[in-house]
């Protein structure tokens, strides 16, 4: 086996991170290398090294041999490397055809050869087993839709390396299994590919060797078959954590914290009605697109709703704004914390206090400052938020400490009931056992959790209670007792009615 | 009121992108230099708060004799006062403006707009359906579409059918006119309030192929041109731009050489020009 | 069943056609030209439309520019001081340096495109905002062309030239027209069967991707603005024709009027949806607009009530539609 | 050791205010200052810095509301038309209708606010884009104040109005400037110490983040529109006083230069970042720039042309230091 690719002493400083540090490690030619880190490890900086976005400050990278040197994706296009960003790339006026081509257009006659291109893309989609409307464009597609279509081009250029950085991070366990199937069937046409993911089992899945990274410096690189799952994260954060899940504690209150009556949104569905206790985690699970974040905006007002009951400690509330949501105690904390949850251009203080500005008022009219900081940096402590002051733009942190940042902000409003929507999407073990352990910390605190998550272990380790939903209905609540398993959760998440053991 | 010999003289004009008011620039120019002043002018562009700006900063030049273009008579009062206050003499050129100035020089507007519509009257034989294309609301303005009423109102079987404004800038006149065509397909002639907003029917007239007489007050030297040509502009009352310059620049002489006994209005005469007198005609 | 089902198909089609903007502005025009002919009875004469045609010619040919530019997220404001600039340096080509007018009208294109590189490369080399660098654009090229004539305009073209802006084909065509129409065939063709017109749409509707994508944004974001500094010149040319004489002072706010066309006809002013289609029909309907308030006699002070609140009004319904 | 550390904090800290877009400015406007003195001598006397001050009053104190409208990611292209239909209604409530001076103050600043409130309200709750509905409310104020005057300006009015544009304090500083320094306290005193002005510039950054987190977005947003109106209005307020006449016409192209010197300030046009510190820097910069070219007597065309230069020059830098 030889080497496609060799990254020989590669550094990369932006400034005041040392995003890489003399990174040394080989790709093999037709393997899937697996690269795994914590947040902010340095996995996607030197991703987009590779693949022509950034260059190296120094050290050299060879691909079959040549050293590379590329100024621009196109460039590494060309030679044969694309790349699935972990940041959707697609344009989002544009249709799938005209995202899959775009940059390399059929002409006939000098104009746009349309016809070829929509049939070449559907062919390409077809072999994905997946349905995509191609004549929409691609903002009114699901997530996951749009994820295929991302595929479909980098693979459509038909290369000797593909990087995939995170691109299960948002779909379904049916469609990760889709994807699979076809990372296998790249593989077998030859094809090298370089897998990012904070998911462990998928490296064992359909890894053949992997590297990780910490702090930007490589820790090894290994054989995936001489490795176990607690070995990996002892690279990862440098030392045991112990059990992925922290324990369920399960000491949630009789009385009702939120009570939801009747909420729905057109008058093509069905009523959903629900509850949660004080210090308790519901946990909603469904298919990617069965209506759990929109439940959620529905809730606290963010869309617009037909109809909607809320009770909070008995008491009936009006809640027709996020707004109405914050002064009733109630937060969400959003799935994409990129476009809802952070303004990235302001400082991790500005983005912790900025709803909950009016509690620390001097005279009833001014920013109390002092106390803003002191708050601040309290949460930035509690929750380890790693960044090296209060002023830093989170548009500089890494994953999982910009999803802390959003944490911060709703825990200095004092709120009662708080939504996690995708809490851990993108964020690595050790931060997610940090989210976990402070999941735990609120509800003893007598705080009520709705955690949205389409991870299933997650659902399972953590949830008092389970809701499953399909197709904007609540299809079933379960208590998390040992009778539940991923397979019960499944069953209703693809519609089935009762369920029953014996089948 | 400045220390070295040297007079200096500033012109504030009201806007600086008509013909009527570069040649009002030049002869500013050659009658300075030919007494040695120094000279400066400046743009308000229509604006009036601009145009006060432009008079502070002249005056924190040095200028000792200011000649006022007003962009409008009321809002230049302050220039006024502020120049007068620094001992500075003020001419208002053109137009009227407000304030203790020393002498006002303009056109007999109302002369040009009532002898306009006289010779307008008199090719239409005393009948027929004329529109005037109005202007930017200032006296002199007023005074020539005054001048030019009060003409035709002695002529009972002429109407006025139509009064659009074209702002007194080409294009949008043109436009104006055509829609004024469209509104009035039987209009027999046009008064225009100056020679820019003419010219601009003129081109909305002949790209119609229509037959629309023009009358107009300026003397702009296309004007001119086109009166020669014959066919549809038939008449501008001229001004003379340059001797309201010279004699503003005259008076405002003679009030710092110290004369107290001046006339403070100097209204220049107009002249028609037609087809007869129009050849050899300039500003 | 079937007849339910292709209801329903119908149904969704008249829908999605609905939620084009230019379709209802186009609705708004129908609507408009209709009530012209009603209450006037000039409206609706053969001459009347060929006049209102005229009339927007040449802001028609400046919104050109301005949806690619807007479609790529940008803004030009410079249009209307190019334009100005561009019918100078025409003018200027042809009566003071005696060039050929076929010369000259290459020479005021050259120019055009050239302010259009300077505020492309501007933009997309150093990186400055749109709205700022053809804001100081609006003084620069005004600015020259006054330098240049002294604030006079300048005439005495040769009279051939007056074809351009006056002259007529098949005896009722107005050579404007003709050029706008032009104008617009080969803008369609661009951003409907040629890879550049994705690239404008792509880098409008997200620039990094396009990047990411490999192709040369920098490139094509100039290229739209050296677009708008061609239509900006083209419109030069047919005004500087029309008026017979270079007028530095021509096109003060046409910017305005090019962009209000453009968002008119639906074109997103975020960038990364529109049509060109549309910018044609919000010129017209501006157009039909001031032609028909005037021929109502309505006092050109209500007029610009109207036009700001019939702005408005259109807008209105777009925005809610695309939501 | 610590020799060097403390040198390279020290460096970083004057890098760090090397990065703010103001103080660029800042050095900007004294190097322009210094230029105008060494070249004119008639430049650094008190008698002109006094007559500079008053000049970019009008300007600045119209940039103050520009700037929370900016820092909104929106813009007001309306302020010059509401500033003439403000001032007119202010010279029509005393003139026309005998009301108090101060009465026919406040009348305006409601006026000016009204304006700011639909605008906003347009924005917010239409989901309109602010560029339209600010160009289209270009047209309707100024519309209005034509047609209330019959396209005249209005005067009339009580001498002792005089004081507000024509006026001074202590003998020296005069009255607009007063009210100008007024303005951009309270402006300062709600952009950093409320939670109002965090909210401002909250939304600048990402409106739906800061939504979610429970912020009346829509609220404050229509807030910074009000608060552009008043300003607009104060400015109208101002000018009238100076003109002592209320003029229809007045503040035609106001909108480009109030948002010139924001920008200059280092506001980012896209909105979250900026200061109004900056502000009042780029509308003094603006200030100097046209005085000392008066100064210099420089002529009215190449001033244009300069202008536009220094204002591109300056955003250069400006977004050169920002990447
Ligand atoms: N453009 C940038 N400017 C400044 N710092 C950056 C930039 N991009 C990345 N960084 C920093 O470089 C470090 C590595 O980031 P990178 O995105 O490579 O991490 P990652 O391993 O992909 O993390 P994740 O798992 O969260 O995606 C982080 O500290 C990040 O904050
Ligand atoms: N912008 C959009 N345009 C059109 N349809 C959308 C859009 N966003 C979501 N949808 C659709 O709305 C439905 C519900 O989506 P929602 O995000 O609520 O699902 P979810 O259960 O939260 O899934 P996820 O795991 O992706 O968060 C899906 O069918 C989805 O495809
Ligand atoms: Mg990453
Ligand atoms: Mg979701």
Redesign the pocket.
């Known amino acids: 086996m030889d080497n496609i690719l060799e990254i020989k002493n590669v550094t990369k400083e932006?400034?005041g991170?040392l995003?890489l540090d003399n990174v040394s490690f080989n790709i093999r030619r037709g393997e899937v290398h697996v690269l795994i880190?914590?947040?902010?490890?340095?996995?996607?900086?030197?991703m987009k090294i590779l693949s022509g976005v950034y260059q190296a400050n120094s050290g050299k990278v060879l691909l079959n041999g040549d050293e590379i040197d590329f100024s621009n994706p196109k460039e590494a296009q060309l030679a044969g490397i694309s790349i699935i960003y972990?940041e959707f790339s697609l344009i989002p006026y544009l249709n799938a055809v005209e995202n899959i081509f775009l940059g390399r257009e059929y002409k006939k006659n000098g104009v746009l050869d349309k016809k070829r291109m929509t049939e070449e893309a559907k062919d390409l989609l077809d072999t994905f087993e997946v349905e995509i409307d191609l004549e929409k464009s691609v903002n009114q597609l699901s997530v996951a839709e749009q994820q295929f279509i991302e595929i479909a081009k980098a693979v459509s250029i038909n290369d000797n390396v593909l990087i995939l950085?995170?691109p299960t991070a948002t779909l379904t366990n049916q469609e990760t299994e889709i994807l699979f199937n076809l990372i296998r069937n790249l593989k077998e046409k030859g094809v090298t590919m370089i897998f990012?993911s904070?998911h462990l089992e998928e490296a064992f899945e359909i890894g053949d060797r992997l590297t990780c990274?910490r702090d930007?410096k490589w820790v090894g690189t290994e054989n995936i078959s001489d490795l176990s799952e607690k070995k990996i994260i002892k690279m990862m954060v440098g030392r045991d954590i112990g059990d992925t899940f922290p324990d369920r504690e399960g000491k949630y209150q009789k009385e009702i914290m939120i009570e939801v009556n009747d909420l729905k949104r057109n008058e093509k569905e069905e009523f959903i009605n629900f509850k949660v206790r004080k210090g308790e985690i519901l946990g909603v699970a469904g298919l990617v697109g069965s209506g759990r974040t929109e439940m959620a905006r529905a809730l606290i007002g963010a869309d617009k709703v037909l109809s909607k009951e809320i009770y909070i400690n008995g008491k009936k509330v009006e809640i027709n704004s996020p707004s109405d949501a914050l002064d009733n105690g109630i937060g969400l904390i959003p799935e994409n914390r990129k476009s809802q949850g952070l303004i990235l251009g302001l400082s991790v203080k500005d983005n912790i206090s900025i709803n909950s500005l009016d509690k620390i008022l001097k005279s009833n009219l001014f920013i109390n400052k002092k106390e803003e900081k002191k708050r601040s940096q309290k949460l930035v402590e509690d929750l380890n938020i790693k960044t090296p002051s209060l002023k830093q733009t989170v548009k500089?942190?890494?994953?999982?400490n910009q999803q802390k940042v959003v944490l911060a902000k709703w825990l200095g409003t004092d709120s009662n009931v708080l939504i996690f929507d995708e809490p851990t999407r993108?964020?690595?073990v050790g931060a997610k056992l940090e989210i976990y352990k402070l999941m735990n910390e609120l509800v003893d605190m007598g705080i009520s959790i709705i955690m949205i998550s389409s991870e299933l272990p997650e659902v399972l380790a953590i949830s008092d209670r389970i809701m499953i939903m399909h197709k904007n209905k609540i299809n079933a609540v379960l208590d998390n007792n040992e009778d539940v398993d991923q397979e019960t959760i499944m069953y209703y998440a693809t519609g089935g009615e009762q369920y029953d053991r014996a089948t | 009121a400045q220390d070295d010999d040297q007079i200096s003289i500033g012109m504030s004009f009201q806007e600086m992108n008509n013909e009527y008011f570069i040649v009002m620039r030049e002869a500013l120019e050659s009658a300075a230099k030919s007494i040695g002043a120094e000279v400066m002018y400046t743009d308000a562009r229509h604006d009036v708060n601009k145009q006060i700006s432009d008079v502070q900063d002249m005056v924190t030049k040095g200028i000792d004799i200011l000649l006022l273009n007003p962009a409008d008579s009321v809002g230049a009062e302050a220039a006024v006062q502020y120049a007068k206050d620094q001992g500075v003499y003020v001419i208002a050129i053109d137009a009227q403006a407000e304030g203790p100035i020393d002498a006002f020089v303009g056109s007999k507007n109302y002369d040009a707009g009532y002898k306009a519509g006289q010779e307008m009257a008199k090719d239409l034989n005393g009948e027929g359906k004329v529109a005037i294309l109005d202007g930017i609301p200032v006296v002199p303005i007023l005074e020539r579409v005054e001048g030019f009423r009060a003409a035709i109102s002695e002529y009972p079987d002429i109407e006025i059918v139509d009064v659009q404004n074209g702002q007194q800038e080409r294009s949008k006149a043109m436009s104006v006119t055509e829609n004024m065509m469209q509104a009035n397909p039987d209009l027999d002639a046009i008064f225009s309030v100056n020679d820019t907003g003419a010219l601009g029917s003129l081109a909305a007239i002949k790209s119609a192929n229509e037959d629309i007489k023009l009358y107009s007050v300026d003397g702009h030297p296309e004007a001119i041109e086109a009166i020669l040509n014959g066919d549809i502009f038939q008449a501008t009352s001229a001004q003379f731009p340059r001797d309201q310059v010279r004699i503003g620049i005259g008076i405002g002489l003679a009030k710092y050489w110290g004369a107290e006994k001046m006339p403070e209005k100097i209204p220049v005469p107009v002249k028609l020009i037609n087809d007869e007198n129009a050849e050899g005609f300039s500003w | 069943m079937t007849g339910q089902l292709s209801d329903k198909i119908k149904n969704n089609n008249f829908k999605e056609l609905l939620k084009k903007p230019e379709v209802l502005t186009f609705a708004g025009l129908i609507l408009l030209s209709l009530f012209m002919s009603i209450f006037t009875d000039t409206f609706l004469t053969g001459r009347n439309l060929v006049n209102v045609a005229r009339q927007i010619s040449i802001n028609g040919i400046i919104a050109v520019g301005m949806t690619f530019v807007i479609l790529t997220a940008g803004i030009d404001l410079s249009v209307g001081s190019v334009m100005a600039f561009s019918g100078t340096m025409l003018a200027a080509g042809m009566a003071d340096w005696g060039l050929h007018p076929v010369l000259a009208i290459f020479f005021a294109l050259l120019v055009g495109g050239l302010f259009g590189l300077i505020n492309g490369t501007l933009i997309s080399y150093a990186n400055m905002p749109p709205i700022i660098v053809t804001l100081a654009m609006m003084e620069v090229p005004r600015g020259l062309a006054l330098l240049y004539t002294g604030g006079y305009p300048l005439s005495g073209l040769p009279s051939s030239f007056s074809v351009l802006g006056r002259g007529y084909v098949f005896g009722f065509l107005p050579v404007p027209v003709l050029i706008m129409a032009v104008v617009y065939l080969i803008a369609y063709i661009l951003l409907t069967q040629l890879p550049f017109g994705r690239y404008i749409y792509a880098i409008g509707g997200n620039e990094e991707a396009v990047r990411l994508s490999g192709i040369k944004v920098k490139k094509y974001k100039i290229f739209a603005y050296v677009i708008s500094g061609l239509t900006a010149a083209t419109s030069g040319i047919v005004i500087t024709s029309r008026l017979m004489s270079g007028q530095p002072m021509a096109g003060t706010g046409f910017e305005l009027d090019a962009i209000a066309a453009v968002v008119l006809g639906g074109t997103d002013i975020a960038g990364g949806r529109g049509s060109i289609i549309g910018t044609i029909i919000g010129a017209f309907t501006l157009g039909v607009l001031t032609n028909g308030l005037n021929l109502l006699g309505v006092s050109p002070y209500v007029q610009r009530v109207f036009k700001g609140l019939i702005i408005l009004l259109a807008i209105y319904f777009s925005s809610k539609k695309k939501k």
């Open positions: 932006f400034p991170v995003a880190g914590e947040n902010g490890a340095g996995k996607s900086t030197l972990q950085d995170e990012i904070h990274l930007g500089n942190l890494s994953g999982g993108g964020i690595d």
